[in-house]
């Protein structure tokens, strides 16, 4: 029952070189829309766009929502203002302000005379909200009712409206001033009694978020409270929007990701679909601002080294573990600073929480760190046997030495990194673009002057 | 409108400590289930049974639901059974199940005679599928009609019926083997005509999932098809339950958490709210193995340090550049490893896009190389200026050295970053599993070669 993109792609190519249109219009009434785009998406934009003119109105609007926003563009610019124009009007309200925007504002302003004014007035709204807002994924695509009519008033109400998709499941009352009265699922209207005033039935706690509330707490408010659907509200306290749940969805995918990049230190937003589109100079420059800079910040790391330069040429072994050390404290560190970065981004815990969380990770760093120690020593009596070190000072105090400051490198690199997205969430910036970047620095100095320190106080070096 | 939690719990500790219950049910009455579980989430469990007792039945089962599942086991315990079989009679099927899966097994031994028949044989079925797959987390809780029967009629079954929240927004149409035929939506019915036949309305391209089917791939599916909710079908293509959009929710949020944490080297499954009631002992564990792992891969990158000892003996300088040779691999490394995890797991590439991916990676990490080997050659002149060297070569000389190694270490990184997921996702592995920590240890390896080979063939030592 699942249909395969393989098949798609050859059977609507064979109707179209046969210029079958009415078999094509067939097949986009039988198949899933996201399903019909995806095939669409590997055909020239040219042969995509006679497929969409041959599907029944509404649906070739819907498909094309479906498409690639850049797909989107790239064939908007290539049609006629009428067809285009056609589209948008169909188009659900949020897909078509998401396309407004990324047009060019030539396409744009040749395309807004061409639409009713309910349409241009529509975009404008919508496209007027910064991204990254609840303004900016919402849509106007919404059915409200007024306190005073009755139970089946409403249901005949819905049923002439029918807008699109599950939006008539959740409806809101408001007033006079469009504000936010209550809210009365389909389920609700369905169940009371025919003559029940809305005002009655309508539950008066709705929960709802405001245009500039950001997109991914909106997005949680939906998972917290399993809702369809959260409507949003303006300045005025009038509704002007609904934020879907699967819109919500994909807010989450996307901030999610956008987090795993910034662990890694790559700025710029994730927009789904776009790694292989991205072009190389993107990629580059989005990684490039945090690597030079951590590289300017070795600097720091650098300068250490130097000054203990004397120990080393002393000590020559004391050159062989050094990246032994720097490495178990990034790997720790990086450990303690994704769970922390996690366990923030999804309210398990807030800065409040420090002490507790710090107390704990101390616990969990001292048993790797007991560990980790009792293993380098090991390795440092297996490696370095017959190396060349000083007379009076054996091997295995060496090997203390060592595994004395790897075992506190693991403690300090646990806290640090535990302690950085903290820090950073109590100054109201992103936990996550501090924490792995500035972590292998910060740790990395930390662990040369516990290493040094160490070979000094327990080999005199 | 949204309330606040510290009000919450300040009305009904005030409440409880007058005995006025009447007040605590008009109160449960009045707020969503969710904010009232976060309350009764700081009261003792004692006080939260007595709120939960006189909450009216059905609503005091879906508060319950709302709570942590460890939360809920342990009131579970402390309950009587007869009150433990109502609330869970009560209870949202799919929450019911996750919960009974908790319980010890006297608890259940216990409760389940407790529970009808129908409950029984529903707990049962929904608690045997295995944790990750679609089957244990669907719900049982949905409608089902008959192809013959007219809209209105149906309109009428589900009105009787009327289930819990959304669930009968979308309706499934089944055979008398219980095989799927198709599916209406709420909608449909209400903008048909009254006596209209079901099976004419249905779509009959239902899109669906099999009980053995991973959760997460599910939970794509509803994102992709922009679901209210999942039918998932067993063996025998028979209709045993459906997976809601808000579950699917929950369970990416879930699994992006499990891959952030696979990526920094965390095994073990994340289950949300947990961070500070897991024992120290357990995030010890999950951390350990990988640590410990990687300590002992280590080994390789000590034994090739110690094999170039003459090196370093000849010129010390060269251990003052390691770390840093081995920090840009290591940062380099994870940010293309972040995205091509990522890429993966979002469906936007696969493995058969390696070349492409290694392409794009290769033109990004040749721009970051001749940065970062530009960067280090400055950083070696300025910091090692006045430094000991061997007669006969130059500080400059040294510094091509050293930025030729990093510049290779760089493109390195980068394409054993971004190749290893895509291996580990031919094989079949979890991609984030074998990205980041066994990337490091590569990347550490290969960073000593290529760095010590740099020394031996500029500077010939």
Redesign the interface.
Known sequence: ???KNPLHIIELREMLAHADYQSVKNYCQ???P?DIADALSSFPDSEARVVLGHAPAPLGAEIFSHLDEDVQVNMASGMPRKDLAALLADMPPDDRADLFKKMSSELQENVLPALAQAEREDIRRLASYEEGTTGAVMTSDYAVLSADLTASQA?DR??EA?PD??T??YTYVVDEKRR?LGFV???DL??ARRNARVGDIMHK????SRVEDDQEASARK???????ALPVVNGGDALVGIFT??D???V??QE??E???K????TGT?E?????KTP??I??KN??YW??G???L??I???I??SF?AS??HM?IL??????V???G???G??S???????LA?K??SPK?TF??LY?EL??SV??AL??GG??WL?VMF??HG?NIPMGISLAKVGVAIAAALALQVVTATLVGAILPLFAAKMKWDPAIVA??AL?TVV?ITG?LIYFTSAKLILGV
Do not use: C
């Open positions: 029952m699942n249909i039988s198949y899933h996201a249901i819905l049923r029918a998709k599950e008539i499941y936010l699922s389909l389920k369905i169940t706690d709705v929960i709802f939906i998972q917290k409270y399993d809702l369809l749940h699967d919500a969805l994909d989450i995918t999610t990701t987090d795993m990049e662990l890694a230190a790559i994730h789904a679909g776009v790694y292989l190389s100079w990629h580059f990684r490039a690597i030079v951590l590289a300017a070795g600097l790391s650098g300068v080294i130097h330069q080393l040429m020559l050159a062989l573990y050094m990246p032994m720097a490495d178990t990034g790997n720790t990086s450990q600073a994704t769970v922390v970065v996690r366990a999804l398990e815990i929480d507790r969380v704990k616990k969990i048993l790797l560990i980790l293993l380098s390795k490696l370095s190396d792995s970047p292998t990395d040369l």
